[in-house]
């Protein structure tokens, strides 16, 4: 499975939301670059990256210091958060950042959706946010009033090949993921799955591999790690089975 330690930056610094809200924020370091380096340092392959700013603005804000951790580091880079338009998407791969994930954007405009991925392919993520079975856009702090599982059910058939689904009531709520949520997700799309929201623990991490759902390709994990939860070499020791 693959292990995708979280960076989430707001102001410039590395924190972590409680479900979401802005209000809940908790500071762990100035130096995103740092953190990032550690997480490559303890073998992550991959990283997953989080512009809040931009998420709330609808244009990436944090772009620099990302574009640092993609040079700065052996790992491979995700980015999400104000990537609203195609042009956005390409002046960010060209930058050396390996995927984008699309959100807002994907929930309002299913003809951008076909475009955009048809171009980028493996390079573009739909970033699927909800709560109570309800997508939720903009930083979180909107509603499109669009069913989860009929909007995954179009995404997958405009040919998205990779989703990130969050269950916002389990983001840093450190009180585990929401599993049958998962195997739902999982089993309404084709394409692959990061699970994202909840892991507290190795034991959650486990859980989450242990579903078995083919199309389930790894978790992403913030809190956890930050708070001492989850010792990030050991767990992608034991379970970090790195994807392209």
């Not at 791969?93 to 954007?105: C, D, E, N, Q, Y």
């Not at 507290?200 to 956890?224: F, H």
Request: hydrophobic share 45%; charged share 25%; aromatic share 4%.
């Amino acid at each position: 499975m693959l292990i995708l330690p979280a960076i989430d930056i707001l102001e410039g610094k590395c924190v972590r939301l409680t479900q979401g809200d802005y209000a809940q924020k908790t500071e762990y370091s100035d130096d995103p670059v740092a953190v990032a380096k550690g997480f490559a340092d303890a073998g992550a392959q991959w990283i997953h990256i989080v512009d809040l700013d931009g998420a709330k603005a609808g244009c990436p804000v944090n772009l620099t210091v990302v574009e640092r951790i993609a040079k700065e580091t052996p790992a491979k880079i995700e980015l999400g958060g104000g990537i609203r338009s195609l042009e956005s998407a390409r002046q960010i791969l060209k930058s050396g950042i390996a995927r984008v994930i699309f959100g807002t954007r994907i929930a309002t405009d299913l003809e951008f959706v076909e475009h955009a991925f048809g171009e980028l392919g493996n390079a573009a993520i739909a970033g699927v946010d909800a709560r109570d079975g309800i997508v939720k856009v903009s930083g979180w702090t909107e509603g499109e009033d669009i069913e989860l599982y009929a909007f995954l059910h179009q995404l997958d058939g405009l040919g998205v090949a990779r989703f990130i689904v969050t269950d916002i009531a389990t983001d840093g709520a450190m009180q585990g993921p929401n599993l049958s949520m998962l195997k739902r997700v999982c089993e309404t799309v084709a394409g692959k799955v990061i699970a994202s929201g909840g892991v507290s623990s190795v034991e959650d991490l486990r859980a989450i591999d242990g579903l078995r759902l083919p199309n389930l390709e790894g978790a992403i994990v913030g809190k956890a790690i930050y708070e001492g939860r989850i010792d990030l070499p050991n767990a992608l020791q034991e379970l970090g089975h790195q994807a392209l």
